[in-house]
């Protein structure tokens, strides 16, 4: 079983993008940190709408786009931790 299984291969081009910017929200101080997958999540779904048309499909599709994006942050994160 691959992601690309289940994602679009169009769609990759956004989580790129919704990387950047979380890094760029995360930078605004009055934004806690716990909001930003739920703001990440109405830019994903917007984006897959405005590339792949507005239907369900496209929102299935932002969704995990946002959920490949905020898990490989974290991901990431928590593999240069030291303990």
Known sequence: M????????????IVPFLYVLGEMIKGIEKIPNKYIPFILLVFGIGFANALLGIGAESIIQGVLLTGVTVYGNQAVKQLNKDY
């Open 2 to 13: 691959n992601i690309s299984d289940y994602i679009l291969e169009q769609g990759f081009i």
